[in-house]
């Protein structure tokens, strides 16, 4: 018996919104946007070292993940990185 493709979008589409949700789990305790930056640049770097970038769903998945978090905090109320970075976004040392 052959699936058609349609027929398994559905299950797709629900095991990538739940990768999406495991991830935003891992970051609900960050509770600022400067440390959500922050963590997003050494995922970052991360995919960077490993040579093995992540592709297509992974960094797909990691992306919304942290996109989602974001918004999150924008509704939190949280202090925009700008105020915790300086109007160029670099730490000023």
Known sequence: MTL???????????????????????????????????????????????GTQASGSAADVLDMAYAMRWRDLEAEGSPGYMSAYGQNGLVDE
């Open 4 to 50: 058609r493709a349609v027929a398994t979008e559905p299950d797709a589409q629900a095991a990538l919104a739940e990768r999406i949700a495991t991830v935003r789990a891992q970051l609900e305790p960050i509770r600022s946007r400067s440390a959500l930056l922050d963590s997003y640049r050494r995922e970052s770097l991360c995919r960077l070292a490993s």
